[in-house]
C-alpha cells in the first residue's frame, strides 16, 4: 500500500474566521504542511497538505474540509505517489 500526498487549497469566508478555520483544520486533520497564500484585503486562502494512505482517497477529506464553519470553498490542487 503506498501513501498520497494532497494538496488543498482551502479559502475561508473572510479575514475575521480565518485563524479560526486555520486553528480547527490543523486541530482535526493534523496536515503535514499548510501554508497562509495570501489572496487580497488581508483574506489569506490556505494551502494544506495531508498524507495518507492510497486506498483512503481524497474525497471525503474534501467534504470535510468543507464542513468546517468559516470555509466557503475547497479545491483539491494535486494528488501526487509518494511511496
Sequence with gaps: ?????????VYPESPEV???VAAEIKEKFKPNQM??????GGLNAFKVIIVRDDKQGQGTLEEDLRKIPGVSEVQTDDVTLIS
Design 18 to 20: 480565518q485563524e479560526k
Design 1 to 9: 500500500m503506498g501513501k498520497v500526498a494532497i494538496t488543498f487549497k
Design 35 to 40: 501554508i497562509a497564500v495570501p489572496i487580497f
